[in-house]
């Protein structure tokens, strides 16, 4: 008898929602420079002035993400087109102390935050007389505070709607479902009381996770922290907030990475034509940091890229990760995965290390892979499929 096949270990699934377009929403106080952010990074002229609810409906840009094997790629290949991952950036403008229970524009801005996949918590560090502050002082720690409070409160709310409506279900269509649902929903309700983050738990079962990317709780959402200060302050690296703001991340947020930026040099920078925006950077010894801003958002949203890349076209795709190759093939069309035969896979790295396809070959580390592969950030892939394939019923 041949041995029994060992059973695959389920992968557990990861929070949020899983598909390849995914959108990272910018999110803080009034004034504290989102729109600056926003602007900047996508290049599109909305209004930033200062008054605390110029941004009422979101806004939402598609930015290229930045990549050095992207680059490199378009260099080896010289294609007739060139097309990076993106990422989609929205700006969803002030919320402020209350808006859970609808203060300001709060409500509307809430459930702008319940449809994105990530969040650029922008706070302010800088000093400036002209820019009002919506709490009459600066002090991004106890911004943190308050956002950070209105975002699990509607989580709370939610929770406990969801609780009520299913205990309002008499007679469920599958019980076993029901009770999962039922257990789940009191498990997170039980998590957000003590005052946690649903993104804070390593801990929640596969059922859990299946509930809550149902759901989609606030704080289940993956946070970049970004932290607007003077431009002096951001060339000199130091700014008196620049630790607390760390510390209060350790404390609150573990593993969420934070990004110092400036809103006034990336404003100054945008209104400048490429080659002077060089020389104002070596002049004052800074750099831009919306490159960074973009990669980390994308990262953080789980998003990876793959490439594919021949003399007609060099692209790069994102998608979840975690993807296996048929996945991967649904990005390009829904054809290639239906159709799906195989992934011709070999990594950036190899290639680049080695040169070119050819030589990646001659090494034998060009691979054949099937249905079951895991796609890698940076694999570079031929697909081949068969679109004939009838779907299947
Ligand atoms: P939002 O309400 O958070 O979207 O804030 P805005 O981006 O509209 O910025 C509010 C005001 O602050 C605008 O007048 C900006 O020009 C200004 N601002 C943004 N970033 C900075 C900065 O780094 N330094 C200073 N001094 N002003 C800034």
Redesign the pocket.
């Known amino acids: 008898m041949p041995p029994k096949k060992k059973e695959e270990p389920v992968a557990k699934p990861i929070l949020g929602r899983f598909k390849s377009n995914l959108k990272v929403g910018v999110v803080?106080l009034?004034?504290?420079?989102?729109?600056?952010?926003f602007n900047t990074i996508s290049g599109c002229a909305i209004p930033?002035?200062?008054f605390?609810f110029?941004?009422i409906d979101p806004n939402s840009a598609r930015v290229n993400v930045p990549d050095d094997r992207f680059n490199w790629l378009c260099e080896v290949y010289k294609p007739k087109s060139a097309v990076p991952a993106f990422l989609e950036v929205t700006d969803i403008?002030?919320l402020i102390k209350g808006a859970a229970d609808g203060e300001g524009l709060g409500n509307a801005f809430l459930s702008h935050i319940q449809a994105v996949d990530g969040i650029f918590h922008?706070v302010r560090a800088?000093d400036?007389p002209n820019?009002v502050h919506v709490e009459d002082r600066v002090d991004p720690v106890e911004d943190l505070e308050i956002i950070h409070n209105e975002l699990r409160l509607k989580d709370l709310e939610r929770c406990r709607a969801e609780k009520d409506r299913l205990s309002k279900v008499r007679q469920p269509g599958n019980k076993t479902e029901h009770k999962d649902a039922v257990e789940a929903c009191d498990a997170v309700l039980e998590w957000l009381e003590a005052g946690k983050d649903v993104r804070h738990n390593d801990d929640w079962t596969i059922k859990q996770i299946e509930w809550l990317n149902g759901v989609q709780f606030i704080s289940a959402k993956p946070v970049v922290y970004l932290v607007?200060?003077?431009?002096r302050d951001y060339q000199r690296k130091k700014n008196k907030w620049l630790p607390k703001v760390h510390a209060w991340i350790q404390e609150y947020a573990p593993g969420s990475p934070m990004i110092p930026f400036?809103?006034?040099l990336e404003?100054t920078l945008a209104d400048m034509p490429e080659d002077e925006q060089k020389v104002y950077c070596k002049e004052n010894e800074v750099s831009s940091a919306l490159d960074k801003i973009i990669k980390t958002g994308f990262s953080s949203v789980k998003l990876i890229q793959f490439m594919t890349a021949g003399p007609d076209e060099v692209k790069c795709w994102q998608i979840r990760e975690g993807s296996k190759a048929p996945q991967a093939a649904g990005a390009i069309h829904t054809d290639f995965e239906r159709g799906f035969i195989c992934a011709e896979v070999m990594h950036f790295d190899e290639l680049k290390e080695l040169g070119s396809e050819s030589a990646v070959k001659a090494a034998g580390k060009y691979r054949q892979e099937g249905k079951g592969y895991t796609v890698l950030d940076g694999d570079v892939i031929f697909f081949k499929f068969n679109v004939t394939a009838a779907k299947k019923k």
Do not use: H, I, W, Y
């Open positions: 803080g009034p004034n504290v420079g989102k729109s600056t952010l930033a002035e200062n605390p110029c941004t403008a002030g922008v800088f400036d820019v607007n200060m003077s431009e400036s809103g006034a404003q």
